[in-house]
C-alpha cells in the first residue's frame, strides 16, 4: 500500500489560456501572462503551460510557441511550455523546430505537452489548409515522428536544426482513454484535462499506469491532474472571481463564446438547471473557497487520483485576482513567502476593475 502523497509536497504549476477580458485588448492579455508567470515563479510553482486554442475572441494563446518565447523572456527559472500543442493542425518538423529554438533561448525549462484535438471548429481546417481528421488519425506516427526529431532515436531523412538533440520534456495530454493509452506505450509523462472534461479521469490513469512502458524520457508512470482554484479571503469572494470563468464555459458550451466576462454575483443560481448540472460536472476538479476549503478540496482530488503534479487553471476578469488567488494558496501550503511577492506585484500589476 502507497503512502499518502501530501499536497504541500505535490509540485503545482499554472495553465494559462492567455484570456482577453471583455473590454481589454491582446497586447494586454499577452502582457498579463507575462506578470502571471513572473508570479508563479516567486510562488514557487514548477511549470507555466500555456494551450493553444484557434479563433477564440477570448484566448489570445494561438501562436504558442511565440507566446512561450515572450514569457521565457521575462521570467528566469521557471519551466514553460504548451499544454498543449495540437498537433495535428501543424507538422512534427515544424513544431520540432519551434520548441528547439525554445531550449537554445532558454535550456532545460521547455516542455512540450501534445493533443490531438484541433482546438477550433471546422473553420479552421479550411484556414489551414488541412484535412484535420486524417491529420488526427496520424497522431501517434507524427509524436513518434516528433520525438526523433528531438531525440535521434530513429534515422530520418534529415535533421531539425533547431530542434536536434534538444532538452525538451515531453508530454502526452487528454481526456479520455485514447491519449491514456498511447501515452503508456509511448513511455510519456502523462497529463489530464479534468479541469474541462473529467468523465474518464479515473479510468484513464487506471488504464495508463496498468500499460505504461518505461522509456529513455520516463522511467515509470507519471501522471499531473488539472484542476480549477480560485482562492480569496472569503467563500463569497471565490466564487465571485470564478463566475468569470464560469460564464466563459456556460457560452462555449451553448455555441456563443467570446471574451472573458465580468464576474456576477451568485451567478450559478440564475442559472436554468441544465446548465448548473453542466457547471457541477467540474466540481470533482475544482477548489473554489478560502485557503483551507481550497486545500482541502485540492488534498481530496490528490487523494483520488494519487497524482504525481497539479497544474492550476482558473481565468480571472481582474488579472491581479488570479496572482493574489495563487499566493494565498502559495501561501497556505508554506511554498513560498506570498507576502513579499504581494508587495512587488502591486507595483507591476494593473488592478481592473469590474465593469
Request: charged share 20%.
Amino acid at each position: 500500500m502507497t503512502a499518502r502523497k501530501r499536497l504541500a509536497d505535490t509540485p503545482l504549476s499554472i495553465l494559462d489560456l492567455v484570456p482577453v477580458r471583455e473590454g481589454g485588448s491582446v497586447a494586454e492579455a499577452l502582457a498579463d501572462a507575462t506578470r502571471l508567470a513572473q508570479a508563479a515563479e516567486r510562488l514557487g510553482f514548477k511549470r507555466f503551460w500555456v494551450a493553444e486554442h484557434h479563433a477564440m475572441d477570448g484566448i489570445a494563446g494561438g501562436a504558442t510557441s511565440v507566446v512561450l518565447a515572450h514569457i521565457g523572456a521575462g521570467t528566469k527559472t521557471i519551466r514553460i511550455g504548451s499544454g498543449g500543442i495540437m498537433l495535428p493542425n501543424h507538422t512534427p518538423f515544424q513544431i520540432a523546430e519551434q520548441f528547439g529554438t525554445l531550449d537554445a533561448f532558454y535550456p532545460g525549462r521547455v516542455d512540450l505537452g501534445l493533443g490531438r484535438a484541433p482546438g477550433a471548429d471546422g473553420r479552421l481546417q479550411q484556414a489551414l489548409r488541412k484535412n484535420l481528421h486524417q491529420a488526427a488519425e496520424m497522431f501517434p506516427q507524427d509524436v513518434v515522428e516528433l520525438r526523433a526529431f528531438l531525440t535521434g532515436d530513429i534515422d530520418l531523412p534529415m535533421k531539425a536544426t533547431p530542434g536536434h538533440g534538444a532538452s525538451v520534456e515531453m508530454w502526452m495530454l487528454g481526456s479520455s482513454l485514447f491519449g491514456a493509452s498511447l501515452a503508456a506505450q509511448l513511455g510519456l509523462p502523462y497529463a489530464f484535462a479534468s479541469h474541462f472534461a473529467p468523465g474518464q479521469l479515473d479510468e484513464a490513469l487506471e488504464v495508463y499506469r496498468r500499460n505504461f512502458k518505461p522509456s529513455a524520457m520516463c522511467e515509470k508512470p507519471h501522471v499531473m491532474v488539472a484542476m480549477n482554484v480560485f482562492c480569496a479571503e472569503t467563500s463569497d469572494e471565490a466564487e465571485m472571481l470564478a463566475s468569470s470563468q464560469l460564464q466563459s464555459f456556460v457560452r462555449l458550451r451553448s455555441g456563443s463564446p467570446g471574451r472573458l466576462p465580468p464576474p456576477v454575483a451568485d451567478y450559478r443560481a440564475s442559472l436554468p438547471a441544465p446548465a448548473q448540472a453542466m457547471l457541477d460536472t467540474l466540481g470533482v476538479a475544482s477548489a473554489v473557497g478560502t485557503p483551507d476549503e481550497v486545500t482541502a478540496a485540492m488534498q481530496q482530488f490528490l487523494d483520488r487520483t494519487e497524482a504525481d503534479e497539479i497544474v492550476v487553471a482558473g481565468a480571472t476578469f481582474d488579472p491581479a485576482a488570479r496572482i493574489r488567488s495563487l499566493e494565498l494558496l502559495s501561501e497556505a501550503l508554506g511554498k513560498a513567502d506570498a507576502s513579499e511577492a504581494a508587495d512587488e506585484d502591486q507595483t507591476t500589476v494593473p488592478h481592473y476593475r469590474r465593469a
